[in-house]
Antibody, heavy 125, light 110 residues
Framework: EVQVVESGGELVQPGGSLRLSCAAS????????MSWVRQASGKGLEWVSS????????YYADSVKGRFTISRDDSKSTLFLQMDRLRAEDTAVYYC??????????????????WGKGTTVTVSS | QSVLTQPPSVSAAPGQKVTISCSGS????????VSWYQHLPGTAPKLLIY???KRPSGIPDRFSGSKSGTSATLGITGLQTGDEADYYC???????????FGGGTRLTVL
C-alpha cells in the first residue's frame, strides 16, 4: 500500500524549533518530488514547501522562506521539514504529500496524489 | 487572498449537478495543469482530478474536470450527501515558482 505518515508535531513556544518527519512506503521514494501542505483551523489548504526528486531543487512559500528547510533522506524513504523561528501563525495541521506527473510540452503537470493524515503543530506560550 | 479564486460555497440537492470554478492567470492555470482535491474535516485530502480532467483510479465518473484559458471547472453530478466537503483547485505558478491552491469551496448537499 502506498502511504505517507507524518510525525513530530507538538506544542512549541514562539521562536522555537521543530522538525517534522514523513515516512513513506509502498513506492520508490527517491523517484518522486515531495511536498508539505498545511491547514490552519478554519482556513484553507496552504502549500508550504516542495523538494524535487534527488533533492536537486527546493521551493518555499514566502510565509516560511528563510525559517523552514525541507530535506529528504532517500536511503530511509523519509521527508523532513525543519521549522525554526516559529510563529503563532504557523499553528496548523501539516500534511506530507507525494507528487506525481510530469512536464508536458512546457507545462507543469504535477499533482499531489498521496496525502498523509497530518501532524498538528501548535505554536503558543 | 489566494492566487486562485474559487467561490466560498456552493449547494445543490441530492441527485443534482454542481460546478465549482477556479480562476487564475496565465502564469498558473493558463500554462500549467490543474488538479482538484476533496477534503473532509479530520481526514487526509484526496486527489479527485489531475491534468485538468483525468480521474485517478477509484474516483467515480460523477466527478469531472475541465480547463479553458485561465479558468478551470470541477463538475459533480448525481450529488450524494457523502460529497459534502471542501474542494480545492491547485496548480504550479511558473512566475512565482510556487504551488498555489484556491481558497476552497464548501459544498453543501441540501
Amino acid at each position: 500500500e502506498v502511504q505517507v505518515v507524518e510525525s513530530g508535531g507538538e506544542l512549541v513556544q514562539p521562536g522555537g524549533s521543530l522538525r517534522l518527519s514523513c515516512a513513506a512506503s509502498g513506492f520508490t521514494f527517491s523517484n518522486y518530488p515531495m511536498s508539505w501542505v498545511r491547514q490552519a483551523s478554519g482556513k484553507g489548504l496552504e502549500w508550504v514547501s516542495s523538494i524535487g526528486d534527488g533533492a536537486g531543487s527546493t521551493y518555499y512559500a514566502d510565509s516560511v522562506k528563510g525559517r523552514f528547510t525541507i530535506s529528504r533522506d532517500d536511503s530511509k524513504s523519509t521527508l523532513f521539514l525543519q521549522m525554526d523561528r516559529l510563529r503563532a501563525e504557523d499553528t496548523a495541521v501539516y500534511y506530507c504529500t507525494k507528487a506525481a506527473g510530469q512536464q508536458l510540452g512546457g507545462q507543469s503537470c504535477y499533482h499531489m496524489d498521496v496525502w498523509g493524515k497530518g501532524t498538528t503543530v501548535t505554536v503558543s506560550s | 487572498q489566494s492566487v486562485l479564486t474559487q467561490p466560498p460555497s456552493v449547494s445543490a440537492a441530492p441527485g443534482q449537478k454542481v460546478t465549482i470554478s477556479c480562476s487564475g492567470s496565465s502564469s498558473n492555470i493558463g500554462n500549467n495543469c490543474v488538479s482538484w482535491y476533496q477534503h473532509l474535516p479530520g481526514t487526509a485530502p484526496k486527489l479527485l482530478i489531475y491534468e485538468n480532467g483525468k480521474r485517478p483510479s477509484g474516483i467515480p465518473d460523477r466527478f469531472s474536470g475541465s480547463k479553458s484559458g485561465t479558468s478551470a471547472t470541477l463538475g459533480i453530478t448525481g450529488l450524494q450527501t457523502g460529497d459534502e466537503a471542501d474542494y480545492y483547485c491547485g496548480t504550479w505558478d511558473s512566475s512565482l515558482s510556487v504551488w498555489v491552491f484556491g481558497g476552497g469551496t464548501r459544498l453543501t448537499v441540501l
